[in-house]
């Protein structure tokens, strides 16, 4: 049996998925979580064979929920599952460790499809999340992420918040710069370093001042 956990914010959600796994043949489910620091405890306390994640959660972000416990749990393969289909999402999971990607949109048979492929050793997509890889790499990099900027994995805003942490603004500090609040700042600052695989955000500022950002540009 494979063993998996899941991890969604929406109960509703995750009730759902929870139906689907259990009818699912050669699949047990072991648990659930509704934020990355739950998944981290329970990923600890069961050993999932699996992990089907969310990326959007209060606090801890799918993201660096899975750089976490793909560093920290090595034989534990992490699923996305997510609503997020833009290559920027894509590519920041699978830099964190992530074995396949799903929208939730997907039926029985692509999640069945994926947690087998996984368990065999290989990253697997779903159908539509195929395409945009596939478009990825034949055409060059998304729209937005001009190869010759460092860092291209990072989206616009994400590299504005990355800037203004190399110029030394706490997460208050950012908020009112871009007119966000305080816990908009702080996902985008969880993506930012799980993008990075940054461990700390002294580790992210350091690795982007290094690459130029954040630098005074007056004069």
Do not use: C, W
Not at 61 to 69: E, I, K, M, P, W
Not at 162 to 189: H, P, Q, W, Y
């Amino acid at each position: 049996m494979t063993t998996v956990l899941v991890v969604d914010d929406h109960e509703l959600f995750r009730a759902g998925m929870l139906a689907v796994l259990g009818a699912l043949p050669g699949i047990e489910v072991v648990g659930e979580a509704a934020t990355g620091e739950d998944a981290l405890d329970a990923v600890g306390r069961l050993d999932p064979d699996v992990v089907l994640m969310d990326l959007r959660m209060p606090g801890m972000g799918g993201l660096t929920a899975t750089a976490r416990v793909t560093e920290r749990h090595p034989r534990t393969r992490v699923v996305v599952l997510t609503m997020n289909e833009d290559p920027d999402s894509i590519f920041a999971a699978l830099r964190a460790g992530a074995r396949g990607y799903l929208l939730k949109e997907s039926g029985a048979e692509d999640v069945h499809r994926v947690v087998e492929g996984v368990m065999r050793g290989e990253a697997v997509f779903g159908p539509k999340v195929a395409e945009q890889v596939v478009r990825f790499f034949s055409v060059g990099s998304p729209a937005g992420a001009p190869a010759a900027l460092p860092f291209p994995q990072l989206t616009t805003r994400e590299r504005e918040v990355l800037d203004l942490m190399a110029r030394g603004l706490d997460n208050a500090g950012i908020a009112r710069r871009l007119f966000l609040s305080e816990k908009t700042v702080r996902n985008r600052v969880s993506d930012v370093l799980a993008k990075l695989q940054a461990g700390t955000r002294a580790e992210a500022v350091a690795r982007a001042r290094d690459a130029g950002i954040g630098e005074d540009r007056r004069g």
